[in-house]
């Protein structure tokens, strides 16, 4: 969760909204978080969770390229859907 906030406050312009909602269902809960940042380029989007991986409009934004391939990861531990 933190990862995705941290994303959508570090690619979206100062003084814009960022919407996280929490939704309760029945066996699980959805996260979703909604701003108005940069976007990944359509090209790009296949590597998304991709260790490493940086969009090409995203190369001069400080980043390692490794938080969503951890957040796939720890959602697959939890075998979450």
Known sequence: MINL???AIKYSKENTQI???LSNC???FVL???DSGIGIPEEDQKHLFDRFFR???AINIEGTGLGLNI???YVN???VR
């Open 5 to 7: 906030l941290s994303n």
């Open 55 to 57: 969009a090409r409009n």
């Open 19 to 21: 919407i996280c909602e």
């Open 71 to 73: 957040v796939k990861r």
């Open 26 to 28: 029945e066996t699980s």
């Open 32 to 34: 979703s978080v909604k």
């Open 77 to 79: 531990i939890l075998q």
